[in-house]
């Protein structure tokens, strides 16, 4: 196989970073609430942490390794990468910090006013003051640096108030942490949202925490440290208690390499050089920013908004409906009489949970098995499996516990379950479960049957509230028998199962799509795939869809975030066109769509075409056999392919174009939302005055 850069595909690192762009540009439009465009900002942030500890931290490990391994997709080393990555970052820096203080000057007339001392009134520095000397300075740590006091090792993505101290013509360093368990902002009393940043009142002060210094050069900073931990494989082997590994794991993320460095100032170049030695970073990794290094904050401010003021600043209010498919009475009744499937967060998750329910109670059901990748911090699922288990149900639950960030919340369940009486197991060495199904085993009179959940997204209900998703419920024996040999092939260690419904990876999952547009290539002109994911960057995948576009094929890829095969190339992908929709909610659902009419086959599942997906996980996709089920999924379809307010197009350089604003504006998600609320809303009653005008025509 050749192994230059095809002509077709982009560096995976830098359609990242134009997926979040995307999210930065939510924060511009200015037909988003003003409080809506700031958690935008911070989601961006949140977004960047995020990239910069997982994919900067493992192209930093890479380049240590081997600098000599090439990226296919680009043909870039891994410290090429990493220079093109830094260099991409720097002017979004620039342009998050304007966006930040546009927001911010904008909020200021509605009373939400995030300060600096500077602006502060003079009773309100009066009470900064003695807060700080009342409630901050007796619990600071602070700590001089010279030689006989080390450097402290600075906590991942934690805030450091720095300053230069002078005594005596000694000059040091001082570093001051900002306690993690004090409020990452300081309300001003008032009945305005007034508030300043606790690094900044730190910062204010140093003089009162240094007395006996002359302090300058005042500065608070922020490292981003390699989160990008697999555990050994050979210690998963020889080690019987996979949570003790995956609790030392954690520890060790904590004392990671620096890959990047945040300064509200800019440094001197004696500090700059003190830095760099000092965290073995060159200068392109350090970022001066404006914006605040935290700000999870905005999230609690939007809800301290007056309720007045929240049509004004924020989105209009909606909770997941009741699913016009499930009516009053137990689901477990009316999944073996159809199939349902719900739609995420538009329809509420409740259906299942209460399926769930059900069946922990149900005499007649024997078993219930599960896999989890990520859960709530409050989560009634696990309450109605540890009842089922509590009342005698054989009970199952893989949980991953290596789902990165949730390591820990995954860890605490799974005790909580084994003390239930639940059967915990953690998967295999090397590969991630990341599968979304339910097998609920019950007795039927003489026969065993199956009812089956597969979803695309967690068992998560805080997450299934704002990620858009699917959940498939059925009784379709043929999908329960496979999800049976599923269970029981995880509980063997057996990835490489034969099913007759369901495609998994990594035996069948990605052999069954390449297969499907196989069938598509035949058919030339009159062949049609429509696939919506998160993330696309399997080689094989990305071949087979140049392949077929070059055979006619007409091809819609919805992809959210990384895409790294670019459309209308000449010659190569002229019949590929990829869109993605970032909004509201996060778009989540993976949907494969192949050929047209009564012969098209359509999969819901948990995989995206990524070779971690495809190779290294075990993912679960199933067929949709219900012909409604069908005609609605490819209904949501064509309106998410329509969105042209929300959505855009990638180009064959990379980069995103919004959809022609002709004609009728479709946004995606605002159609589905008010389709919920039609759907739920009660029908207005027939008033008497219509039966008295109806019997008289009658009579006539």
Known sequence: MNK?????????????????????????DVTVPLLERMKFVAIFTSNLDEFFMIRVGSLYDMSLADDKKIDRKSGWTATEQLTKIYDAVRPMYKER??????????????????LDFKELETQEKKYVKKYFKDQILPILSPQIVDVNHPFPHLLNKEIYVVANLKMNNNSML????????????????????????????????????????????????????????????????????????????????????????????????????YFCDRFEIKPNQIFRTKVPMKLAYMFAIAD???????????????????????SDGSVMAQVKQKDIILSYPYESMDPF??????????????????????????????EYLCAAAENGKEVTVLIELRARFDEQNNIDWSERMEDAGCRVIYGFEGYKVHSK????????????????????????????????DYSLMTANQSIGRDAADFFKNMSISNLDGVYQNLIVSPSSLKQNVLRCIDGEIAKGKNGRIIMKMNSVTDMDFMQKIAEASQAGVEIDLIVRGICCILPGVPGFTENLTVSNVVGRFLEHPRIFCFGTGSAQKIYIGSADMMTRNTENRVEVACPIYDEAIKERLNAEIKIMLSDNVKGRFLQKDGTYIKKPAGGVPVDSQQVFMERALRATKPKAPVRKS?????????KR
Do not use: H
């Open 304 to 326: 301290k908004v007056p309720v007045s003021m929240r049509k004004s600043l924020n989105y209009e209010s909606f909770s997941p409906q009741n699913s016009p498919m499930v």
């Open 97 to 114: 910090d304007k966006t930040y203080a546009e927001i911010k000057k904008q909020l200021n007339p509605y009373g939400v006013c995030g």
């Open 437 to 468: 199904i339910c097998l609920i085993t019950y007795r039927n009179r003489n026969d065993i049957q199956y009812i089956t959940q597969i979803g695309t997204g967690n068992y998560n209900e805080k997450t299934a509230a704002m990620y858009t």
């Open 690 to 698: 219509f039966w008295k005008r109806f019997l008289r025509f009658l």
């Open 353 to 382: 949970l209460k399926l769930i329910k059900e069946a922990s109670v149900d005499p007649n059901v024997m078993t219930i098995k599960i896999t989890i990748y990520r859960l709530a911090k409050k989560t009634r699922l696990v």
């Open 174 to 273: 001082g570093i001051v942490p900002v306690p993690q368990f004090v409020s990452d902002i300081l309300y001003l009393p008032g009945s305005d949202i007034r508030y300043i940043r606790m690094e900044k009142v730190i910062m204010e002060y140093m003089e009162l925490v240094f007395e006996q210094y002359e302090v300058f050069d005042k500065n608070y900073i922020c490292v981003t440290r390699n989160a990008d931990i697999s555990p050994d494989d050979e210690a998963f082997a020889d080690n019987d208690d996979f949570r003790y590994i995956m609790k030392k794991t954690l520890n060790q993320r904590r004392r990671m390499a620096v890959v990047r460095l945040e300064a509200a100032s800019p440094f001197s170049k004696e500090m700059e050089k």
């Open 4 to 28: 230059e850069k095809l002509v077709y595909t982009q560096n995976r690192e830098l359609s990242w970073l134009r997926f979040n762009q995307r999210v930065l540009e939510e924060a511009q």
